[in-house]
């Protein structure tokens, strides 16, 4: 028979005794998990550049979109994770306590120019869009005068001389 614990509170509530340790079990198991996430990634991005150096040219996006259940984006996180490893190893003690976070936190610094763009547009891409406003903004006419702003005096030039003829 189970024993009873009473539950602080203005409710007379009885709960079995072993269950705080279970939640608190659990909870180490999560922690374990996320402290060992560096790791697997680290693992996955290996095995990722093994299959990428066998596949052929030009096949790699069709590859991870047919094989994988993730995004083209993680592969390539794996993939970075794994060959940035001697890094990670250099900063960090263990990289078995490193979550996936972590490790990405460590080699932020090392990003090129174009990588923190990149990764910048993704985030303002995952914001929430407006289909109006983007059908505005993507109009024919729109994107032309877009275009026609843009465009240096020469290149309006050889615009007007197209239009003319």
Known sequence: MNDLVKSPGPADVTLPSELPARINDAHEKVKQALQRGAEHAIEAGRLLLQAKATVRHGNWLEWVGTNCRFAERTAQLYMRLAEERPLLEAKTQRIADLTVNDAIKLLEPLKSPE??????SIRTRNKKRDPV?????????????????????????????????
């Open 115 to 120: 990588e923190t763009r990149l990764s910048s």
């Open 133 to 165: 406003g983007d059908a505005i903004k993507n109009t024919p006419l729109a994107i032309l005068e877009r275009a026609w702003e843009e465009a240096k005096e020469n290149e309006r030039q050889i615009f007007r001389k197209k239009i003319e003829a």
